[in-house]
C-alpha cells in the first residue's frame, strides 16, 4: 500500500502546452480563462509540459480563482490509445491521502456535534482495539490520530497490503483485519513524543466515524461532505469495485522496467486512509468550501488548521489531516498530497480564493516535490 504524505522541496521545468476553462464546479470547459490569472495558466502549462519531457504519463492541472475554473493538460490519459487526456467532462484518478483531510473533516464534524472529543482516548469509542507492544488504545487520543502522533505502527508497507496483488488474488480487507495486520509491529514510539506520518491512524479514523455514526464511512462522506458541497464524482469505492465509476485516466507504475497498468486497485486497504476517487473540479470546491467554513464549523476548523512546527520529525507543518506549506507570495497553502498506485495528486487552496489540483497518472519512482509548482499554481 503506498498512500504517503505532503510537500517537500524541489524545482519542476517546463515549456508550453494545451488548456480550457469552466464555470465553475464539474462543468464543461470553454476556451477563455476569463478569471484565471494568465499568468497562472502560463506558468502552469510550462511546468506539467516539462513534467511530461521528463517522463511523466500524463497530467492534468485544474485551477480555480475567482469561482472560474481552467482545466490544462499535458501527456496522454491511456499509454495505449496515446490519446490526449480530455478537459471535459472532469477525468476521475485515485487521490490517495487526500482522503485524510475527509477523514479529519468528518471527524471535526462530530466534534462540533458533541458526539467525539479530540483528547480522549481512542480507547473510548472503540475498546480494546489497540493494544500490542507499545500500543495502548487507553493513552492515544483522537488528537494524535489526526495529527500523526500516536506511534502506531505504520501498514503501509505491509506486502499482504498491497493494492494490485489484492486484485490478482481476489482479495479485500477490513479496517479490523488491516489494524490486526499493523499490530504484529512495536509502536514507533509513546505516543505524542513526536511526529511520524502513518497511515494507521487515518484507518483508525475511519473506524470512529462508522462506530460512533453507526453507518459506514461511505454513507457518512456521501451525506456529510460530497452530496453537500456538490462533489459529484468524489467517492470512495466499495470492497471489490475496482474500476472507475466514471471517465477516468489510466494508472501506472513502472514493474521489472516496464510502465504498467494498474488502473484497477483494490480500495478496502488504503479505505478512509487513501482510498477516494475524485477530480480537480471537485477538489479545488472541496479545499476553498473548507477554508471558507462550509465543511467543518469555525471553531473545530482553527483547530484543524492549527500545525505543528516544522522539526527533523516533520519537515512540513501538519495540522488535523491537512498540510500547509508558505508559499514565495506571502501567502499559506494548506492541502494535502496523495500517491496510490499509479496516481500521484497535490489539492489544496488559500485563504484568498484560489485553489489547484495537480493529478498524474504515475507512480514515479522519486517522489515528487511539489513546493515550487504550488508556488506557480497558486500565487497571483
Not at 169 to 198: D, H, N, S, V
Not at 220 to 243: H, K
Request: proline residues 7%.
Amino acid at each position: 500500500m503506498r498512500i504517503v504524505p505532503t510537500v517537500t522541496v524541489v524545482a519542476l521545468l517546463g515549456a508550453a502546452g494545451c488548456g480550457g476553462v469552466s464555470q465553475e464546479g464539474p462543468q464543461p470547459v470553454s476556451s477563455t480563462p476569463m478569471a484565471v490569472s494568465a499568468e497562472r495558466v502560463d506558468r502552469i502549462r510550462t511546468d506539467i509540459d516539462g513534467m511530461v519531457r521528463g517522463g511523466t504519463t500524463g497530467v492534468i492541472a485544474t485551477l480555480t480563482e475567482n469561482g472560474q475554473t481552467v482545466t490544462l493538460t499535458a501527456g496522454v490519459g491511456d499509454r495505449a490509445s496515446k490519446a490526449a487526456i480530455p478537459m471535459a467532462p472532469p477525468q476521475q484518478v485515485r487521490v490517495g491521502s487526500i482522503s485524510k483531510t475527509f477523514a479529519a473533516a468528518l471527524l471535526l464534524q462530530l466534534v462540533s456535534e458533541g458526539k467525539l472529543r479530540l483528547d480522549e482516548p481512542v480507547d473510548t469509542y472503540l475498546p480494546g482495539l489497540l493494544t500490542g507492544e507499545g500500543v495502548d488504545g487507553r493513552v492515544i487520543t483522537v488528537r494524535q490520530i489526526l495529527q500523526h502522533r500516536s506511534g502506531l505502527p505504520e501498514i503501509a508497507d505491509d506486502p499482504e497490503l498491497d493494492e494490485t496483488r489484492a486484485v490478482a488474488e481476489g482479495r479485500t480487507f477490513t479496517p479490523q483485519q488491516e489494524i490486526a495486520i499493523a499490530l504484529r509491529k512495536p509502536a514507533q514510539f509513546a505516543p505524542g513524543a513526536r511526529f511520524k506520518y502513518t497511515n494507521t491512524n487515518f484507518i483508525v479514523a475511519g473506524m470512529l466515524v462508522e462506530k460512533i455514526t453507526g453507518r459506514t464511512y461511505s454513507d457518512e462522506l456521501t451525506g456529510r461532505i460530497t452530496t453537500p458541497a456538490q462533489l459529484p464524482d468524489t467517492y470512495l469505492p466499495g470492497p471489490g469495485e475496482l474500476g472507475f465509476r466514471g471517465p477516468h485516466l489510466q494508472g501506472y507504475t513502472v514493474i521489472a522496467g516496464v510502465p504498467t497498468d494498474v488502473t484497477r486497485s483494490e480500495p478496502s486497504i488504503a479505505w478512509s486512509a487513501g482510498g477516494m476517487v475524485s477530480t480537480g473540479n471537485d477538489l479545488n470546491r472541496f479545499f476553498l468550501a473548507l477554508l471558507a467554513g462550509r465543511i467543518v464549523a469555525d471553531a473545530q476548523l482553527r483547530e484543524m488548521l492549527a500545525t505543528q512546527p516544522r522539526s527533523a520529525d516533520a519537515p512540513f507543518e501538519y495540522g488535523l489531516g491537512i498540510g500547509s506549506t508558505p508559499l514565495p507570495c506571502n501567502t499559506q497553502y494548506f492541502g494535502h498530497v496523495g500517491e496510490i498506485v499509479g496516481f500521484t495528486t497535490v489539492s489544496g487552496a488559500t485563504r484568498d480564493g484560489r485553489a489547484v489540483t495537480i493529478a498524474l497518472n504515475d507512480s514515479p519512482d522519486k517522489e515528487p516535490d511539489f513546493t515550487n509548482l504550488l508556488g506557480d499554481a497558486l500565487c497571483p
